[in-house]
C-alpha cells in the first residue's frame, strides 16, 4: 500500500512557475513509477508526466519544454517543475503510483488545484 500527498498548488500568473510535491508513505517507495495526471473542469483526466524508478521521464506533448518530473528515492517524494505556465494547464494536479512506467497507476493523490490566470 502507498499513500500519496501533494503539495504546491495555488494561484500564478501565466508565464510563472510552480513547483508540486508528492510525498509517499508507506510500500518501497523507490520500486513505483510515478506520474502526475491532471484534469481540467468538464475534461478527462489526462497524463502530464511519469518518471520510472530510474529515472526514465515522459511526458505529454502540450506540457514538453515547460514541464520538468524528477524524483528523490531518498525522501520519498516526486516533483513536477512548471514552468511558463498557461490559463489551460489549470486543473487538479493528481500524483500517482504505477507498478511500471506507461501502465495504468494503482495508487492515488486526493489532487492539487494548480490555476494559471491573470
Known amino acids: 500500500q502507498v499513500q500519496l500527498v501533494e503539495s504546491g498548488g495555488g494561484l500564478v500568473q501565466p508565464g510563472g512557475s510552480l513547483r508540486l510535491s508528492c510525498a509517499a508513505s508507506?510500500?518501497?517507495?523507490?520500486?513505483?513509477?510515478m506520474g502526475w495526471y491532471r484534469q481540467a473542469p468538464g475534461k478527462q483526466r489526462e497524463l502530464v508526466a511519469g518518471?520510472?524508478?530510474?529515472?526514465?521521464?515522459n511526458y505529454a506533448n502540450s506540457v514538453k519544454g515547460r514541464f520538468t518530473i524528477s524524483r528523490d528515492n531518498a525522501k520519498n517524494t516526486v516533483f513536477l517543475q512548471m514552468n511558463n505556465l498557461k490559463p489551460e494547464d489549470t486543473a487538479v494536479y493528481y500524483c500517482?503510483?504505477?507498478?511500471?512506467?506507461?501502465?495504468?497507476?494503482?495508487?492515488w493523490g486526493q489532487g492539487t488545484q494548480v490555476t494559471v490566470s491573470s
Open positions: 500517482n503510483a504505477a507498478r511500471f512506467l506507461g501502465f495504468e497507476p494503482i495508487y
Open positions: 508507506g510500500s518501497i517507495f523507490s520500486i513505483y513509477a
Open positions: 518518471i520510472s524508478p530510474g529515472g526514465s521521464t
